[in-house]
């Protein structure tokens, strides 16, 4: 069975600064999809951006980027540029060839102005 | 084309009534994962079902909760003589679930649980 582990329950950043939330996972697998989802206060699950474990180039969407080590299994977060938008809870995911999918216990972020 | 519909999003219930909660995939969904996130805390994985199948329900309580994905209509996540701490937010997502083009995952509203 795969886990996916946040080791990082709480974080805080400045308005316009960078913040890298952390994701480390353990899998037997070698084709997977990892993901980060955001839930703000409206509870609504968003797909933030998603990394195919067998592309090496990491993902990014924006303002968004993932810092994907598949050797260390590792998948980070970084948020430039934060906005006030981005105080939410943050989950990352993982998903086999089996369609499990399985998520980390979550970061709350709280992006301060 | 509609996303993930999950209904009630807001259900009260009392104690030893029945819940029971629907979700809806989106279209050409074939895959659908229930998820219960109690406040202040992650999603905790409950079961994963296929077209009339349960493929995964290793995160189901054994007693009072079942689920179903008949092959028309909406996945029934039903929960029997619920008590005070089966309340909660419960979130559905649905997948193609073909390949790997078809894993990523989206999700409905949640339906918050309360029993009072």
């Known amino acids: 069975a795969q886990t996916v582990t946040q080791s990082q329950p709480e974080m805080s950043v400045q308005e316009a600064e960078t913040v890298t939330l952390s994701c480390t996972y353990d899998t037997s697998e070698s084709n997977y999809y990892l993901f980060w989802y955001k839930q703000p206060p409206s509870r609504q699950m968003i797909l933030v951006i998603r990394?195919?474990?067998?592309?090496?180039q990491n993902a990014t969407e924006n303002r968004f980027s993932v810092n994907f080590q598949k050797a260390a299994k590792s998948f980070s977060l970084k948020i430039s540029d934060s906005q006030l938008g981005d105080t939410a809870m943050y989950f990352c995911a993982f998903i086999n060839a089996g369609n499990m999918l399985t998520f980390g216990g979550g970061t709350r972020l709280m992006v301060k102005p | 084309n509609a996303g993930v519909m999950q209904n009630p999003r807001h259900l009260v219930r009392r104690r030893g009534q029945e819940a029971r909660l629907r979700c809806s995939p989106m279209k050409g969904h074939s895959h659908v994962y229930w998820y219960r996130q109690l406040p202040e805390e992650g999603l905790k994985f409950m079961v994963y079902l296929q077209k009339e199948n349960i493929i995964d329900e290793s995160g189901m309580p054994k007693e009072r909760f079942s689920a179903e994905f008949p092959k028309e209509g909406p996945s029934i996540l039903r929960i029997q003589q619920v008590v005070r701490g089966d309340s909660a937010a419960y979130f559905c997502a649905s997948s193609r679930g073909q390949g790997v083009l078809g894993t990523e995952a989206f999700f409905g509203q949640g339906t918050r649980l309360t029993v009072v």
């Open positions: 990394q195919e474990a067998y592309k090496q």
